[in-house]
């Protein structure tokens, strides 16, 4: 039987002890190294660009003008007024009329947002816009559509802000250099979890017109709606059996909250936050607008063809939990991700600190 032989590495237990000439002589080498490496290491940092110093947003006064279409947004407008007080020092709202612009001179803010549409300025208020050396910013609403008056408006603005991400490129190749996608949030204090009468709940709420797309679901979903109570709010409706219509111009919140499974079509995504707001379960069309603050599969539930929503809507009956669980984080996202204070956060550090 053979040993096994244990190598080990024997030391002398003696010190090497050098010269004090020749340790005085490495350590000047040492010092001499580093302050070289420390000196190239600052002169690369001055060459890189340094990162702007971030605006505190509680310094900043703000002029927002609101242009609101009609009076039916009055309360967005009051929405945004007061998420910009809580984050700014100071929040002036005025509504736009003629020679409004002269309160830029009176007020002298550090930013100027327009909220709204391309109500008719006068001549002089778009010259002093466009010769103002502040911050200008315009929050549009334009989700249904835009305009060559529009187009012209936002030019004079240093940051445009657009409801559809497909308005972008009209904007750029109208003179605005920075466009970026920001839509409206719900207003929670209308949009929330509650209780709701009898009247008001369905098994399944459809949300857009009669037309030829919403008919075709229909009839794809049809063998899922037998025994099911149906609302449907859009126009169109009234001449198909089984589809209970919602009164035209009816508020929406309470079916929403009525309803087991909301199904959508067109418009969003202010529609989807206001449906996650009140934790309500909905499959919505796909639409590039719903992928900047939403996530398909796990805040709402989206679908591209017909087939595609009898499969969701079949799979989503059936697991009643995951569905309450995509409900659920949409609820909580819509208050800590999508609410109108984060969009108007995000809209300052677009303006400020980007």
Request: overall charge positive; aromatic content about 10%; proline content about 5%.
């Amino acid at each position: 039987m053979n040993k096994k032989t244990k190598h080990r590495i024997r030391t002398t237990g003696k010190a090497i002890r050098l010269h004090p000439r020749s340790r005085k002589l490495i350590a000047h080498t040492v010092i001499r190294a580093l302050k070289n490496i420390n000196t190239k290491q600052q002169n690369l940092s001055a060459d890189l660009p340094q990162p702007a110093r971030a605006v505190e947003f509680k310094k900043l006064r703000v002029l927002l003008v609101s242009a609101m279409p009609g009076e039916e947004l009055w309360q967005t407008e009051q929405l945004i007024a007061d998420q910009f007080r809580l984050l700014t020092k100071e929040v002036i709202a005025i509504k736009a009329f003629q020679s409004f612009s002269t309160a830029l001179a009176q007020l002298n803010p550090d930013l100027l947002l327009v909220v709204g549409s391309d109500t008719s300025f006068s001549d002089n208020d778009l010259e002093v816009i466009r010769r103002a050396n502040l911050k200008k910013a315009i929050w549009l609403t334009d989700s249904s559509g835009t305009s060559s008056s529009t187009g012209r408006l936002t030019a004079l603005f240093n940051y445009v802000f657009t409801q559809n991400m497909y308005h972008i490129p009209f904007y750029q190749h109208s003179g605005s250099n920075s466009v970026l996608y920001l839509p409206f949030a719900a207003d929670q204090n209308l949009f929330l979890p509650k209780y709701v009468d009898e009247a008001y709940r369905c098994d399944l709420l459809l949300l857009g017109d009669a037309l030829p797309t919403g008919i075709v679901y229909l009839h794809e979903l049809s063998p899922l709606l037998s025994g099911c109570k149906v609302y449907a709010a859009g126009q169109g409706w009234e001449d198909h059996p089984g589809i209970i219509p919602v009164a035209p111009g009816a508020e929406l919140q309470d079916y929403y909250n009525g309803a087991e499974t909301i199904i959508h079509w067109g418009q969003p995504p202010l529609r989807a936050f206001q449906i996650a707001s009140c934790g309500a379960v909905q499959l919505a069309e796909d639409h590039p607008n719903l992928y900047a603050y939403m996530n398909p599969g796990e805040d709402i539930i989206t679908f591209h063809t017909r087939q595609e929503l009898s499969e969701k809507l079949r799979y989503y009956r059936n697991h009643p939990e995951s569905a309450r669980a995509v409900a659920t984080r949409a609820l909580w996202r819509s208050t800590y991700d999508y609410s109108f204070m984060q969009m108007a956060a995000k809209l300052l550090h677009t303006v400020f600190n980007s």
